[in-house]
């Protein structure tokens, strides 16, 4: 069973920039879609952006789209997410996954991101 471990949260300033880093167990990030999600207080989890396993297609949730850049270490089994221009309403818990969300039967710990002056 696949495992993912966020880390690379903290808090920042409106139009700040943040790496977040998942590292995979289990399985090579190359083999499946997996990315990134967010969950603000009381929303469901929402899908970010979305790397394919082969061929390394991306997507992007309109709403970060510009701002936000996906990519993977095959070799460290690792990915990240770049994170620019950041706004308050980017505001949530980071976790990485399985791509769509209901992918996940778990999700990891995941990382807190706060978007504040």
């Known amino acids: 069973q696949v495992q993912f471990v966020e880390s690379g949260g903290g808090l920042v300033q409106p139009g700040g920039s943040l790496r977040l880093s998942c590292t995979a167990s289990?399985?090579?990030?190359?083999?499946?879609?997996a990315g990134w999600f967010r969950q603000a207080p009381g929303q469901e989890h929402e899908g970010v952006a979305c790397?394919?396993?082969?061929?390394?297609?991306?997507y992007y949730a309109d709403s970060v789209r510009g701002r936000f850049v996906i990519s993977r270490d095959n070799a460290k089994n690792t990915m990240y997410l770049q994170m620019n221009r950041l706004k308050p309403e980017d505001t949530a818990v980071y976790y990485c996954?399985?791509?769509?969300?209901?992918?996940?039967?778990?999700w990891g710990q995941g990382t807190q991101v706060t978007v504040s002056s």
């Open positions: 289990g399985s090579a990030l190359s083999d499946y879609a």
């Open positions: 790397m394919g396993g082969s061929d390394g297609t991306t």
């Open positions: 996954g399985q791509c769509p969300a209901g992918s996940n039967e778990n």
